[in-house]
């Protein structure tokens, strides 16, 4: 059972590195539950819309190491990014039932995903809201709850 779970959240990964929706498909629950630093959604074909997002990001997928306990395996790898984003070091935590990704965590550092974003959220779009300080004029990047001015 633990091999079974380290072979499929490998080949996962491979099908992330090959770009390869169809294959990613295959891994995954119909009802997955997927959590990252910057989106949380469940069911198979929002992920697969995100993972699709990603793609054009995505220049490879290095595997570092890999454990599995009970019925999860975690995966750290770097998630390398076309300019000016580069390396992405990465770890995700998979739980499976009936041998399909029910559940993923993801955890990396998402501000230099943020800050590549070329649009900058205007003040009604922050998630704090009446709180945020910054004038609506002020290029924002939003990274979950807060919000910071954009440095020209």
Known sequence: MKNDLLVSGEAYLKAWDNKDLEEIAKYLHPEVHFIGPMVETTGKERVLQSAKRM?????ELQLRSKFVSGDQAIFTYDFICADPIGVCRTAELMTFKDDLISRIELFFDARPLSSSSTRGPSRSSCSRKSRCRNRPRDKL???????EVKKQ
């Open 55 to 59: 793609f054009g990001l995505l220049k």
């Open 141 to 147: 990047t939003h990274i979950g709850t807060r919000c």
